[in-house]
Protein backbone atom coordinates (compact mmCIF):
# COMPACT_ATOMS: atom_id res chain seq x y z
CA UNK A 1 0.00 0.00 0.00
CA UNK A 2 2.29 2.57 1.22
CA UNK A 3 6.14 2.38 1.19
CA UNK A 4 7.11 5.63 3.32
CA UNK A 5 5.01 7.08 5.49
CA UNK A 6 5.66 10.64 6.62
CA UNK A 7 4.05 12.14 9.52
CA UNK A 8 4.88 16.07 10.72
CA UNK A 9 4.37 16.79 14.64
CA UNK A 10 4.44 20.15 16.81
CA UNK A 11 3.93 20.08 20.36
CA UNK A 12 0.28 19.99 20.35
CA UNK A 13 -1.92 16.74 22.15
CA UNK A 14 -2.89 15.94 18.85
CA UNK A 15 0.63 14.97 17.83
CA UNK A 16 0.40 11.64 19.82
CA UNK A 17 -2.99 10.76 17.69
CA UNK A 18 -1.47 11.39 14.78
CA UNK A 19 1.26 9.37 15.42
CA UNK A 20 -0.40 6.67 16.50
CA UNK A 21 -2.32 6.73 12.84
CA UNK A 22 0.70 7.27 11.40
CA UNK A 23 2.63 4.14 13.48
CA UNK A 24 -0.63 1.67 12.75
CA UNK A 25 -0.41 2.82 9.07
CA UNK A 26 3.07 2.09 8.82
CA UNK A 27 2.53 -1.58 10.72
CA UNK A 28 0.40 -2.34 8.24
CA UNK A 29 1.47 -1.53 5.60
CA UNK A 30 5.10 -2.44 6.54
CA UNK A 31 5.90 0.94 5.28
CA UNK A 32 9.16 3.54 6.47
CA UNK A 33 8.03 5.99 9.10
CA UNK A 34 10.13 9.31 9.16
CA UNK A 35 8.53 11.49 11.60
CA UNK A 36 9.67 15.70 10.88
CA UNK A 37 9.05 18.31 12.95
CA UNK A 38 9.77 22.15 10.93
CA UNK A 39 11.03 25.13 13.21
CA UNK A 40 9.70 28.35 12.17
CA UNK A 41 12.32 30.62 11.65
CA UNK A 42 10.49 33.02 9.54
CA UNK A 43 10.31 35.32 11.94
CA UNK A 44 14.14 35.80 11.81
CA UNK A 45 13.76 38.15 8.35
CA UNK A 46 11.99 40.95 10.92
CA UNK A 47 15.53 41.03 12.80
CA UNK A 48 18.20 44.00 12.15
CA UNK A 49 21.62 44.63 12.72
CA UNK A 50 21.21 45.86 16.15
CA UNK A 51 19.02 42.52 17.55
CA UNK A 52 21.06 39.89 15.66
CA UNK A 53 22.13 38.88 19.59
CA UNK A 54 18.92 38.38 20.32
CA UNK A 55 18.26 36.46 16.83
CA UNK A 56 21.00 33.87 17.49
CA UNK A 57 19.82 32.97 21.03
CA UNK A 58 15.94 32.84 19.83
CA UNK A 59 17.15 31.03 16.95
CA UNK A 60 19.10 28.43 19.07
CA UNK A 61 15.76 28.09 21.32
CA UNK A 62 13.57 27.38 18.84
CA UNK A 63 16.13 24.78 17.54
CA UNK A 64 16.57 23.24 20.68
CA UNK A 65 12.85 23.01 21.57
CA UNK A 66 12.01 21.67 18.13
CA UNK A 67 14.38 18.66 18.32
CA UNK A 68 12.45 18.56 22.16
CA UNK A 69 9.16 17.99 20.07
CA UNK A 70 10.79 15.40 17.55
CA UNK A 71 12.81 13.42 20.37
CA UNK A 72 9.15 13.57 22.24
CA UNK A 73 7.34 12.59 19.14
CA UNK A 74 10.00 9.38 18.25
CA UNK A 75 9.37 8.01 22.10
CA UNK A 76 5.95 7.68 21.03
CA UNK A 77 6.21 5.96 17.66
CA UNK A 78 8.64 3.59 19.61
CA UNK A 79 6.54 2.78 22.33
CA UNK A 80 3.75 1.94 19.95
CA UNK A 81 6.16 -0.52 18.29
CA UNK A 82 7.79 1.44 15.54
CA UNK A 83 11.25 2.24 14.46
CA UNK A 84 10.69 6.06 12.86
CA UNK A 85 13.48 8.07 11.40
CA UNK A 86 13.59 11.54 12.56
CA UNK A 87 14.31 15.22 10.72
CA UNK A 88 14.08 18.63 12.51
CA UNK A 89 13.50 20.83 9.30
CA UNK A 90 14.71 24.31 9.56
CA UNK A 91 14.61 27.58 7.29
CA UNK A 92 14.78 31.22 7.66
CA UNK A 93 13.18 31.75 4.08
CA UNK A 94 10.32 28.65 3.97
CA UNK A 95 7.42 28.72 5.94
CA UNK A 96 6.52 25.40 8.14
CA UNK A 97 3.99 24.44 5.57
CA UNK A 98 6.69 24.36 2.91
CA UNK A 99 9.33 23.10 4.18
CA UNK A 100 6.91 19.58 5.01
CA UNK A 101 6.46 20.25 1.68
CA UNK A 102 9.95 20.23 0.42
CA UNK A 103 10.68 17.21 2.95
CA UNK A 104 8.19 15.18 1.45
CA UNK A 105 9.55 15.51 -1.70
CA UNK A 106 13.20 15.34 -0.89
CA UNK A 107 12.25 12.15 1.08
CA UNK A 108 10.17 10.33 -1.30
CA UNK A 109 7.11 9.99 1.04
CA UNK A 110 3.66 8.55 -0.37
CA UNK A 111 1.61 9.67 2.49
CA UNK A 112 1.73 12.70 4.49
CA UNK A 113 0.26 12.60 7.79
CA UNK A 114 -0.61 15.62 10.11
CA UNK A 115 -2.97 16.89 12.51
CA UNK A 116 -5.47 19.13 12.59
CA UNK A 117 -6.35 21.72 15.89
CA UNK A 118 -9.81 21.96 14.27
CA UNK A 119 -9.28 26.01 14.52
CA UNK A 120 -12.94 27.92 13.50
CA UNK A 121 -13.52 31.78 12.49
CA UNK A 122 -11.40 34.64 13.16
CA UNK A 123 -9.03 32.26 14.81
CA UNK A 124 -8.79 30.44 11.77
CA UNK A 125 -8.43 33.36 9.86
CA UNK A 126 -5.57 34.84 12.11
CA UNK A 127 -4.08 31.47 12.43
CA UNK A 128 -4.55 30.10 9.45
CA UNK A 129 -3.98 25.96 8.78
CA UNK A 130 -0.72 24.45 8.22
CA UNK A 131 -2.74 21.17 7.44
CA UNK A 132 -5.05 23.18 4.82
CA UNK A 133 -2.34 24.78 2.88
CA UNK A 134 -0.01 20.96 3.07
CA UNK A 135 -3.29 19.77 1.35
CA UNK A 136 -3.19 22.43 -1.06
CA UNK A 137 0.57 22.23 -1.59
CA UNK A 138 1.51 18.16 -1.96
CA UNK A 139 1.20 16.09 -4.90
CA UNK A 140 0.90 12.43 -2.71
CA UNK A 141 -1.79 11.18 -0.68
CA UNK A 142 -2.50 12.97 3.09
CA UNK A 143 -4.39 12.01 5.96
CA UNK A 144 -5.57 14.41 8.57
CA UNK A 145 -5.52 13.55 11.89
CA UNK A 146 -8.47 15.66 13.54
CA UNK A 147 -7.44 16.68 17.10
CA UNK A 148 -9.51 16.33 20.53
CA UNK A 149 -10.28 20.07 20.36
CA UNK A 150 -11.77 19.73 17.05
Known amino acids: MYKHILVAVDDSPTSTRTIGEAVALAKGSNAELTIVHAVDEALFSHFTRTTLGSRDAVQS ?4 EGQAVLDGAVAIAQAAGATPKAQLLTSEHLST ?13 DLLVVGSHGRRGVQRIFLGSVAERLLRKVTISAMIVRGIDA
Open 97 to 109: SEQIVHAVKDLHA
Open 61 to 64: ALIK
